[in-house]
């Protein structure tokens, strides 16, 4: 199966795991633990009030480099049976040990994920041809669709558009999580591939939008879903006016939940909500009472206030 012709210019972009998507944090107990009650009922949240047509469990925003194998086995069982029913499990199963990330794709495909987030390796810095290696190991190993994640500024080397037209080629590499922040590059692979592409920046998803991207990954989504989707179907619908008057209004908390490390305010946003989020794991650190502050004026800028 292959992706290398354009869209055709009538029907909107191909969207396998929906439009809203959020990268889910996830709850710890007091002690430091995986909470699951919690992440089941954040999960039914996310979903069933947030509108959320799929989650990510066990990325970044998830702190996946501090869980271990066995914890995210059972966040994704435990998600995955609150709302697997109505949403899609996408697990974050990407390392930068190809050995280890197939490993992880295995678990993930048995514990019941409905797809695969598998980011860039990240330090070791691998050319081309080895992420061209690397990604194609693991969608041979699986029979889940795959979401590669771009993500350049935090893994070191940006996966190349020559690179991601000959992935795009692969029957089980489906869609790309775009973090690099290159809008031509983007707009490139889209014309070139059927690969679905979600904004990885929340401040960006309307513009991706506009060059024929599927919807957002998105961070501030804990928070802004129902009004994100909204955007999202309002851009589709052909009313540009709504959609750029949500992104603005959105706009504070777009890029407000990424002024320190995005999951130390989710975590602390959730918790002024009273939903299930607890602390966060070393080498994040919870955030400041003056964070909180900025947070809660983040939030009542975009007129989503936190309880106070």
């Known amino acids: ?29 007091p002690d430091g633990g995986l909470d699951s009650d919690g992440a089941a009922q954040l999960a039914r949240h996310l979903v069933d009030e947030q509108g959320n047509d799929a989650l990510v469990l066990n990325g970044t925003t998830g702190e996946s ?11 994704i069982r435990t998600v995955v049976e609150a709302v697997g029913d109505r949403a899609r499990i996408i697990a974050g ?12 794709a295995a678990q993930a495909e048995k514990a019941g994920a409905h797809g695969l987030l598998v980011v860039t390796p990240y330090y070791n810095k691998p050319p081309q041809a080895g992420l061209l290696r690397h990604f194609t190991t693991v969608a041979d190993a699986t029979g889940l669709p795959v979401m590669l994640y771009d993500i350049p500024h ?15 080629e692969h029957g089980r590499i489906v869609a790309v999580k775009d973090a ?26 309307l513009p991706l939008l506009s060059v024929g991207a599927a919807g957002v990954v998105g961070t ?19 009313d540009n006016a ?14 407000g939940i990424f002024r320190t490390q995005g999951t130390i305010l989710v975590k602390a946003g959730l918790t002024a909500q009273g939903l299930p989020a607890g602390p966060v794991r070393p080498p994040l650190v919870d955030a400041t009472g003056d964070e909180l502050v900025q947070l809660r ?7 989503l206030p936190l309880p106070e």
């Open 220 to 238: 501030s989504t804990h928070f802004t879903g129902v009004q994100t989707k909204q955007m999202i179907e309002a851009f589709e619908s052909g």
């Open 65 to 75: 480099p501090t869980t271990t194998d066995e914890e995210k086995e059972a966040l």
């Open 154 to 168: 935090r893994s070191g080397v940006a996966i190349a558009t020559e690179t991601l037209v000959k992935l795009a």
């Open 297 to 303: 004026a983040d939030c009542a800028a975009a007129g």
């Open 242 to 255: 709504a959609a750029l008057a949500l992104h603005r209004r959105l706009l504070p908390l777009y890029t």
């Open 93 to 104: 199963v990407g390392t930068n040990d190809t050995r280890h990330t197939v490993e992880l």
């Open 180 to 205: 690099k922040g290159d809008v031509l590059a983007t707009s490139e692979v889209l014309s070139r591939t059927d690969l679905a592409y979600y904004s990885g920046e929340d401040a960006l998803t």
């Open 1 to 29: 199966m292959t992706h290398d012709h354009p869209a055709a210019p009538n029907r909107g972009p191909s969207r396998p795991f929906g439009r809203l998507i959020t990268a889910m944090v996830t709850p710890f107990a």
